[in-house]
C-alpha cells in the first residue's frame, strides 16, 4: 500500500500548510538578509541582525541556514534561479551563436543593474564585491543552459566548431568579471547606455 493511501485526510492539510510556512520562513529570512547586506554591508551584518529583520526566532533561522555564508549562497541561487528563464526564452528566438551570445550577456548585465538599484547600491562604500564559492545547484543549471545553446548552434551550424564547456565557461566567466566591475561604476546604467548596452528608454 502507498505511502499516500496511509495518510490520513486530517493530516493532509496539516502537511500542507508546514511546506507553505517552510516557504515563508525561508523567504523572510532572504528578503532579510537582502536589506542587511544592503544596509550594513556582508562584512558587518551578523546572523543576529538577520534574525532581529524576520522578527523570527533563533531557532528557527538555523533550522534553514546555518551562517550568514548560506544566506548569501542562497541569495545567489536564487538571483540564478531568476536569470535562467531569460536564457531560456532567449534560446526559443533561434539566434546563431553570436546573437545568442550577445543578447544573454545583455540580459546578465540589465539583470544585474537591476539587482544593483534594488539592493547591492545600497552596500557601504568600498566593500567588495562577494564571490561565492564553489557552484550552486542554480548556477549549475545556468551554465548548462547555455552550453546547451552552444552545443545546439553548433549541431546547426550555426556557430564555431569548439569545446561547448570551455566555451560556456568563457562567456560566462567574462559576463561575470565584465558585470563585477561595471557594480563598482558611480551610475551603472550610464554606463550601459554609453557602452550601447542598454537602449535609450523612450520618451514619454
Not at 17 to 26: G, I, S, W
Not at 73 to 81: N, P, Q, Y
Not at 178 to 200: A, D, I, K, W, Y
Amino acid at each position: 500500500m502507498s505511502q499516500v493511501a496511509l495518510l490520513r485526510p486530517s493530516e493532509a492539510p496539516a502537511a500542507g500548510k508546514r511546506e507553505l510556512t517552510k516557504v515563508a520562513n525561508r523567504q523572510a529570512i532572504l528578503d532579510a538578509a537582502r536589506e542587511v547586506f544592503g544596509e550594513l554591508g556582508y562584512e558587518t551584518a551578523t546572523v543576529r541582525d538577520i534574525i532581529r529583520r524576520t522578527g523570527l526566532a533563533a531557532g528557527t533561522f538555523y533550522n534553514y541556514y546555518r551562517s550568514k555564508e548560506e544566506v548569501f549562497a542562497a541569495l545567489a541561487d536564487d538571483g540564478a534561479r531568476r536569470f535562467n528563464p531569460i536564457l531560456k526564452a532567449l534560446r526559443g528566438h533561434g539566434l546563431g551563436f553570436e546573437e545568442f551570445v550577445r543578447r544573454a550577456i545583455e540580459a546578465y548585465f540589465e539583470f544585474m543593474a537591476d539587482e544593483h538599484t534594488n539592493w547591492v547600491a545600497r552596500r557601504p562604500a568600498g566593500e567588495p564585491h562577494l564571490h561565492i564559492q564553489g557552484e550552486t545547484p542554480e548556477m549549475a543549471a545556468v551554465f548548462a543552459e547555455v552550453k546547451d545553446a552552444i552545443e545546439d548552434a553548433i549541431a546547426e551550424g550555426r556557430g564555431p566548431v569548439a569545446d561547448s564547456e570551455y566555451m560556456a565557461a568563457s562567456c560566462i566567466g567574462i559576463a561575470r568579471e565584465v558585470g563585477e566591475r561595471m557594480l563598482t561604476r558611480p551610475s551603472v546604467r550610464h554606463v550601459l547606455r554609453f557602452e550601447g548596452l542598454l537602449q535609450e528608454e523612450p520618451a514619454a
